[in-house]
């Protein structure tokens, strides 16, 4: 079975699953992901096996929308953020950098380009949470989260931004090599609602 699939059998998203095997593959730095309490036994043990240190952060969040934890509002009760890496500082890092709202410090730990850091902080606000983008082309495609199907962790600040085209490229070789099924069928679901007018 590839990494990719056991990944998936263990956290339950495509999404999630993919961000894991990045940053073992040393594409990513730190993951951020969130999970509900009773999920996060399950990703403590994974880490554990995997030698990733993970760090929860001190507040929860309310999702923006369904289905996507890329950012919602602090609140009291809900989902919490865990930071995960290889290195137990970097973890530490991103979690103090979110709990400040230091967008930007947060941004270069989960390896988002500096562009769409500058736009995630020039547009996101409490009440304007979804900065997605009408799909121009696959690679930068976000619509398909609501059924686990994206490349990208962050908000691209164009269709066309080079840095967010160049990640797509470098995660989604290393998704192909390993499990070619996984690979087609993640480009099939993102140009599925491409138009090309
Ligand atoms: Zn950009």
Redesign the pocket.
């Known amino acids: 079975m590839s990494q990719l699939s056991l990944l998936l059998k263990i956290v339950g998203s495509r999404m999630k699953a993919q961000e894991f095997f990045l940053l073992l593959k040393n594409k990513k730095p730190v993951i951020r992901q969130g999970y509900y309490d009773d999920e996060a036994n399950v990703i403590l043990a994974l880490c554990n096996e995997m030698r990733l240190n993970m760090i929860k952060s001190d507040f929860a969040i309310e999702l923006a929308e369904s289905g996507f934890a890329n950012k919602g509002v602090k609140s009291k009760e809900g989902m919490c953020f865990y930071y995960i890496s290889k290195d137990p500082n970097l973890a530490v890092a991103a979690k103090e950098a979110e709990s400040t709202d230091d967008h930007k410090t947060l941004g270069k730990f989960l390896d988002y380009?500096?562009?769409?850091i500058d736009?995630f902080e020039t547009n996101f606000s409490q009440t304007h949470t979804n900065l997605q983008l009408t799909p121009a082309r696959w690679e930068t495609n976000l619509t398909k989260r609501v059924s686990d199907w994206c490349v990208l962790s962050h908000f691209?600040?164009?269709n066309d931004?080079?840095?967010?085209l160049s990640l797509t490229t470098t995660y989604f070789r290393i998704i192909l090599e390993d499990n070619p099924h996984w690979a087609k069928e993640l480009k099939t679901n993102l140009e599925s609602n491409i138009s090309n007018e």
């Open positions: 380009p500096p562009c769409c736009f691209p600040c164009s931004c080079k840095h967010s």
